[in-house]
């Protein structure tokens, strides 16, 4: 933490220099740069409130490695083996297979990143604590408590990922400590409750519904994120606290943390005006999001896709990511799993199940790369580049992982290759949900979305499992419902909604995948109902090893501490 806070500084020094000598070449030497000579107007207060906040919008809506910890071992994703292509030295297929490697590089990121929001947000909290006099400077009465308990709020949610992906951690109060090694589960799981119960009254109410958010913590965002403390409380610490988490549900429902209501399109959720959502409790703002350029989504658009979206510019790191199958190579569906098969768990009337499509002004339907890629708006056609280069025909994206260009060559449906080292360049659906893209004509709007890391759609999801739970079923039957009815629109009905007596484990589960598909918590989500690592799906066979319920720690980790003990079943 010392190194973290010595870096920062420095760094910190650099930024005010530039800032103070922006408009006069002139060098101009100042005998103390940070913090005592910076905080002389409220813009330098806001942008150092904010740094931790940077850190963690790029942490949850574009690194990688996040979201590959929560969704690369479950149900719902995978890297298929593409010729040469995401072999990554096996890594992506060592998460498939459960095999955690404390070698790995991302489950390294994944420590790393969430030790760094912790030291950047207690170094922003003591500096505006003790450096900046709030009313001298003329901020408005309870601006102080409001930053400083929102920093709080952001630790507890970085500690909560730490709880929630290794188990306890080293819990540090400040940047000024001495190194420490990890603490119970139980003592994480108290120091993040204890944070967000003193945060949360100070934090700022939403009062107006659909109000422009700014990425900042409010009141319903703290409360939601002690409802996913206590949600999953069983798993963190062996204590069952469902009565605890629905209350907080209702209350955030019933207006009691601010100001919300469900979204009456997904679109109005994840689209180009999203800014302005009802539903959306905690938002990463558009300007810091650039998806497609680094992160994980760009990863599942073909080397082509390019055409498709009427020759707008994308990244060069392709063709990886996509869903797990659905269908066998012969066409048949993979029955004998009650897990996975993402894009079949959605009802083909499902108005997101259709192919991703830019309409203009903003306005667009499906959220899915699959069937034949021409764009019907534009004509753009996305051709083979590999297996399918020299086919003169679109490509067409399939639902399913096998070397089906060899079909009636050497092998036919039945004995084809299939299977995660068996990925073509058409393999696997590609979700398109979160920082959609517009077409070429529209280019200034490639940004606009921003991406939402809570929404009211999970308090409701997660009140209906806690009622499940208590055995309401018809309660817990209706809150999902609620949430459903939308997806079926100009006159069509949901054909399988959920109804109390067939309201089991596995439709509890198959409804978070179809909602949450893709938001980065679909382990989480497997962990509580004990399934990540007792259910096999698509090519995984379970290990039925609870130590794998956590990850690791890292080597390089361990060997930037030397109190860290590993976690139990690794060596």
């Not at 429902?253 to 999203?274: C, H, K, M, P, W």
């Not at 309660?475 to 009815?485: C, D, G, P, Q, S």
């Amino acid at each position: 933490m010392k190194q973290y806070k010595f870096s920062y500084l420095v760094l910190f020094c650099v930024v005010a220099i530039l800032t103070f000598t922006r408009c006069n070449l002139d060098p101009e030497y100042y005998s103390q740069t940070v913090p005592e000579t910076f905080y002389d107007n409220e813009e330098n207060v806001w942008q150092r409130f904010f740094r931790p906040f940077t850190h963690w919008r790029w942490y949850v809506a574009q690194d990688q490695n996040r979201w590959n910890l929560q969704e690369l071992g479950t149900d719902e994703f995978c890297y298929p083996y593409r010729a040469s292509d995401w072999v990554n030295g096996g890594e992506n297929y060592n998460f498939h297979l459960h095999r955690f490697d404390p070698q790995s590089i991302g489950i390294y990121e994944g420590w790393r990143l969430f030790a760094m929001g912790v030291a950047l947000a207690w170094d922003a909290l003591e500096d505006l604590d003790e450096f900046v006099d709030f009313d001298a400077m003329g901020f408005s009465e309870g601006t102080k408590e409001s930053m400083l308990n929102q920093q709080k709020a952001l630790i507890a949610s970085f500690y909560l990922d730490g709880l929630d992906l290794f188990g306890g951690v080293p819990l540090y109060t400040t940047t000024n400590s001495e190194i420490l090694p990890r603490s119970t589960a139980e003592e994480t799981f108290k120091f993040i409750e204890d944070l967000l119960l003193e945060a949360i009254p100070n934090l700022p109410l939403k009062t107006e519904l659909g109000a422009l958010e700014n990425g900042g913590i409010n009141r319903a965002a703290g409360a939601a994120l002690l409802a996913r403390l206590y949600f999953n409380a069983n798993v963190y610490i062996g204590k069952e606290m469902f009565t605890e988490t629905a209350k907080i549900c209702e209350d955030i429902i019933n207006g009691v943390y601010g100001s919300y209501e469900l979204d009456a399109r997904f679109q109005d959720t994840f689209g180009f005006n999203n800014e302005y959502s009802k539903e959306i409790i905690w938002t990463v703002p558009s300007a810091n999001t650039k998806l497609e350029t680094n992160g994980f989504y760009s990863h599942s658009l073909h080397y082509n896709s390019q055409y498709y979206f009427g020759n707008i510019e994308i990244s060069d790191n392709h063709n990886g990511v996509c869903l797990q199958p659905s269908r066998k190579p012969n066409g048949q569906l993979y029955s004998e799993y009650k897990l996975g098969s993402p894009y079949e768990k959605f009802e083909d009337n499902d108005v997101r199940k259709k192919p991703y499509v830019y309409l203009g002004n903003g306005e667009y339907e499906g959220m899915f790369l699959v069937g034949e890629q021409v764009n019907p708006i534009t004509g753009g056609i996305c051709y083979g580049a590999r297996e399918y280069r020299d086919t003169g025909k679109p490509l067409e994206i399939v639902d399913q992982i096998a070397y089906m260009s060899q079909i009636g060559t050497e092998y036919t449906v039945e004995n084809v290759p299939n299977g995660y080292q068996y990925g073509e360049e058409n393999s696997g659906v590609r979700l398109h949900k979160r920082s959609v893209l517009p077409n070429a004509e529209d280019k200034a709007r490639q940004w606009d979305p921003d991406v939402p890391f809570i929404r009211l759609t999970e308090i409701y999801y997660t009140l209906a499992e806690c009622e499940m739970r208590a055995d309401n079923t018809q309660k817990a039957a209706e809150l999902i419902n609620t949430v459903r009815k939308r997806y079926f629109v100009d006159g069509d009905t949901d054909p399988n909604p959920v109804v109390p007596a067939t309201l089991d484990k596995y439709r509890m589960l198959d409804e978070w995948l179809i909602e949450f598909l893709g938001e980065g918590r679909r382990r989480t989500d497997l962990v509580r109902w004990n399934a990540y690592v007792t259910e096999a799906w698509w090519d995984h066979t379970p290990t039925n090893d609870p130590n794998k319920n956590r990850f690791p720690l890292s080597e390089r980790t361990m060997a930037g501490n030397n109190l860290l003990e590993q976690n139990p079943g690794y060596k």
